[in-house]
Antibody
Framework: EVQLVESGGGLVQPGGSLRLSCAASGFTFSSYWMHWVRQPPGKGLVWVSR????????TYADSVKGRFTISRDNAKNTLFLQMNSLRAEDTAVYFCVRDWGMDVWGQGTTVTVSS | QAVVTQEPSLTVSPGGTVTLTCGSSTGAVTSGHYPYWFQQKPGQAPRTLIY???SKHSWTPARFSGSLLGGNAALTLSGAQPEDEAEYYC?????????FGGGTKLTVL
């Protein structure tokens, strides 16, 4: 079964850091570009970042540029999102998404930035 | 940065037809924006219905179709069902970056 499972969310203070992971299974992870998408509580979807299949190309939303870093470990079938200098407005459910028509979504992991 | 616009809410009668639109503040939406459409129901992860303007996934009901219409991307639902009541989001590509619209709450009533 093709699956994406996010982890690493939690409560963090403003200015803190968090690293999200997304474990992929059921497909050849190294062949696909991947995205992170987030959804603040009660609000709409927000695209965050994407990474090429080999990790050499990355793109970020303006709102996270310079603070977040997307990366991947194809040997471990895992996508990452390193989040630094976190702000209250980064509070959201974070989804990882496979970029083949954005056909596979994880269930999300919740990040709460609050003191 | 561009802004992607959608109708905040729409209502359709069961069996009726409705068109949701997706516009860009930078000008006309074209196939080069590779428009996507997603459906999200409360408490669930989004599900992709349409990609690259009009392509469907295997799970996309035949009653949904995507197109370009009057300078916008469009999602048309023909023969609405009660289970189609949901939030719908479009996504446009701007080079490497992507932007979501604010979403359309579709009520089937």
């Amino acid at each position: 079964e093709v699956q994406l499972v996010e982890s690493g969310g939690g409560l963090v203070q403003p200015g803190g850091s968090l690293r999200l992971s997304c474990a992929a299974s059921g497909f050849t992870f190294s062949s696909y570009w991947m995205h992170w998408v987030r959804q603040p509580p009660g609000k709409g979807l927000v695209w965050v970042s994407r990474i090429s299949s080999d990790g050499s190309t990355t793109t970020y939303a303006d709102s996270v540029k310079g603070r977040f870093t997307i990366s991947r470990d194809n040997a471990k079938n895992t996508l990452f999102l390193q989040m630094n200098s976190l702000r209250a407005e980064d509070t959201a459910v974070y989804f990882c998404v496979r970029d083949w028509g954005m056909d596979v979504w994880g269930q999300g992991t919740t990040v709460t930035v609050s003191s | 940065q561009a802004v992607v616009t959608q109708e905040p809410s729409l209502t359709v009668s069961p069996g009726g037809t409705v068109t949701l639109t997706c516009g860009s503040s930078t000008g006309a939406v074209t196939s080069g924006h590779y428009p996507y459409w997603f459906q999200q129901k409360p408490g669930q992860a989004p599900r992709t219905l349409i990609y690259d303007t009009s392509s469907k996934h295997s799970w996309t009901p035949a009653r949904f179709s995507g197109s370009l219409l009057g300078g916008n991307a469009a999602l048309t639902l023909s023969g609405a069902q009660p289970e189609d009541e949901a939030e719908y989001y479009c996504l446009l590509s701007y080079g490497g970056a992507r932007l979501f619209g604010g979403g359309t709450k579709l009520t089937v009533l």
